[in-house]
């Protein structure tokens, strides 16, 4: 099987076009971040609570927003997370505090806010911890045991816990659940029916950043990448002639844009492995490049009679095949992370997904013209033959 | 076959089992389920998958430098006395931010000598400069500076193990974070609610017993008043429980010199006081002891103040001297109080309060949908590629697949030799993601090489010229290729924390694996087709 053979598009031809494509993304991308979402960090970079909370029933949005009101948490962002069938919601409180400790109580004060019905003297058993339930049963002694009820009630808290978070998903409607849970004692069951109780909620993940931490992390990233493409330059420079180098970051550098600026237009969230997936980009996108980089050394030195645009041309060509199949094969794994990795790696997947095409479409539509178009300035300032652009010998 | 080829498939063969053996150990049972259990024993989850809490604080050094500095003007102020220096004042012009800066003021320039002496022997970690308009500027030398912070945080380190230790999580991982921000990581696996732990790990836990010296007062304005508004020299004002049996807090003087405190302290346990109420009772050290024999001895019907952190906890007055036993019994303790501040009291005080930057908590169930959808994206994406492998090269497919899943195993096998080898390189939802990049990633490689052994064999070579053309050209673009993403996994590693280093890991890992299998392995199951072909015969690719 085979697709691609013997192509002969002149990308080349076509670049004002590319030109347009790219500069239309860039700006737009950039006019978002500068005018309108700005850039959309996450928590991790803005600081924060990130309350995520499992229902038992289908949430309503306007009553939990009423309630959170009512304690005192104003403006939070509320949004239905994941598949509607799981009920979750991503509560989201910006930080007002500068002071660490006040995020703290966010959080607390979240739960306390949903907390609608919960009977006096009980303990809400779909948000307690293994330790809670185990100290509970320890106090309580249901099965009457002696010198290892330290060990038997901790296998019976794990049970109850296990069967909570992994068989039911995080909440439990009704503590009769426990009485056909694997590994828990009808006894334990019965004595942990007497002393909690379910609210209809479970907190799943709670994530607090406090403010420092944040603008630490931004100066990182921005670090990090700069560092990233700093690191291209100079390994590509090094390899190949100093202007591939150049060719090859200029492209990093807008699949970067482009990526970035698709998250401030769409007020997607950009989180930590978001900037992960960014950066992996900066080295994967190279990747295209690189392939088509070092056809055109090779069909420098095989064509020697030829302009440097028609090699070019010949050398994408010559290579689209395995451009579009390492890409598209990268695609295809970046799709499954995409639609089966669930919902805390979407940002992540997605800056991938994007990531990949914008890189494959760019090492054929803007490094390959920034070669030519700087050998034509060359030509025009009278430096330079014109097929001399032939990288270093290997 | 020829023998180079034997040994190649046996090296491979080799290396496949060292990685199985990473994977799985020697399994109990060759079942499913056995299988499983030998997997997750040797493939440390990080805390995303498993659920846990994960925290970051910051001790604030600054303070473990004002202990300092003000012990350093407590010994200028009584040397300067002994000496009979004459000085008008010595202040600490900035404690916040440069807590170790410390200016003497009216010094004549007759005692000049008697100053810099004093300094260069009772305060060797101190510079002394200035002298003009009779004032002296002290501040600690850099060296020692930081010494003083990074001890501070090392000592942190060591407080909160223990007392973390004490509180029965298992696994916890205490380290420093980040460079020179005297961060600490903390991580606790299965802790899904650490409010308490937070408690516990925030106490300073600094224990002083001091001569009371004046009070009790209602407020701090009267008690100022009563001294004419100022703070008698040798005595500093406190508050707490100054006078027994009060629940509001009071006010009292209390000697600037602690007779002993936590450093003196051989055990601290949970117990009753006379009144029944839950108390901490604590036995001081040989030394300890000694020294608050002599004190209390010298002090009877005096009264007594046990401060912590700052608070005065109860005060009781001296009926006779007493040796190495005390007890704690202020305020309103609870039982866990009680517990808890027996078990701080052990662990040793911290150097300086800690301030949370960060928390993380992942519930255990959100843990279990991780890996669940982790792995369900994992298998997906393999599955499809090794599909496509196999349709779009037919027999050239088996090569790539082989190489795919012997990177798999190599991957997976590096995470559990980590776990023994006691590093834990944990494996991340991110990480999942690695691996599933990898796979991505891992193919590219296989189809430069592919492509470009169908370019020459179109050209007309043979088959064994054609895939040696075609390892040998795409080699270079392989190396090329690999190593600008390794250098930005290297720096994702570099700035990244937690999940995130842990992607940097299996990516860069997978990577390396990658050179091996997609060339190595490859080429010799290549190798190994060609040679039992005829002359001629064409090549499944």
Redesign the interface.
Known sequence: ??FFRNTNIDFLGKKWYFLAFSLIFSVAGLFSMLFWHHIPWGVDFRGGTLV?V?FSHTPDLNAIRAALDRAGLHDPKIQPYDRPQNNEVLIDLAVRETN??AL?QGK?KIIQALETKAPAGKVDFNNA????IKNYLLDKDPLHLGSDADQKYSAQAQAA??Y???VQ??VLNSLDQLQSAAGVDPKVAAALADGFYVSDF?????????P??GG?LRK??G??TL??LL??LV??GF?FEWIYGVAAVVTVFHDTLITVGFFSLTNTDIS??V??AI??L???S??DT??VF?RIRENIKLMRREKLSEIVNRSIN?TL??TI??AG?????????F????E??RG??LA?VIGILIGTYSSIAIAAPILVAYQDWRIEKGKRPATALAGKA? | MNKNLLYKLAFIVGTMLFFLFGIFGIPKSLSGQGLLTALTDHIHLGL?LK?GTHL?L?VQVNEAVNVVAQNAIETLKDQMRKQKIDYTDITQPDPQNNPDHIVIKGVQPQSRTDLMNIVRDRLPEYDITGGADNIWNLAMRPSNLVDLKNKAVSQAIDTIRNRIDALGVSEPTIQEH?LG?YQILVQLP????P?RV?DIMQSTAMLEIKQMIDGPYPSQEAALQAKGGIVPADSMLMSGQCASGSTEPTWCFVSRISAVSGKDLRSADQSTDQNGQPSVSFSLTGEGGQRFYSFTSAHVGDNLAVVLDNKVMEVASIKEPIRDQGSISGGRMTEQQAKDLSMVLRSGALPASI????????????G???I???V???V???V??LI?ML????GAGINADLALIFNLIILLGFLGWSTMAGVNVALT??GI?GV??T???G??SN??IF?RI??ELRNGKTPPSAVDQGFSHAW??IV??H???????A??F????G??KG??TT?TFGLLANLFTAVFVSRTIFDWVLSRKQRGEALSI
């Open positions: 099987m085979e995520y499992k660490e400790q703290d607390a911890s293994f330790l809670t816990v296990d909570r978070d992994k998903g995080g479970g907190v799943r993940n709670v994530e607090i950043v406090g420092q931490v630490q990182q990233a670090l990090a560092y990233s690191g291209m390994y590509l390899r930590l492995t900037i992960a950066l992996t900066i080295g994967y190279n990747n690189i392939v070092d010559q095949s395995r199949l390492t094969l990268t695609f295809l794994t970046v799709l499954a992370l639609l089966f990795g669930g805390v790696l992540f997947s991938l290997r | 995303d659920g970051i910051q980040g921000d299965g802790v899904d609610d409010g937070k301030k949370y930057l960060e928390e993380r908590t992942v519930g255990p169930s959100l279990a949908d991780s669940r959808s982790g369900r994206a994992a997906v994406g393999m499809a590629v496509f349709i779009y090269y037919r939802l991110p993601a599933i990049l796979v991505g990633m193919v590219d189809v430069l492509e169908r370019e270079i673009t090329d290729t190593v600008t993403t390794i250098v930005s996994a720096i994702l570099i700035f990244g924390t999940p995130v992607f940097a990516l």
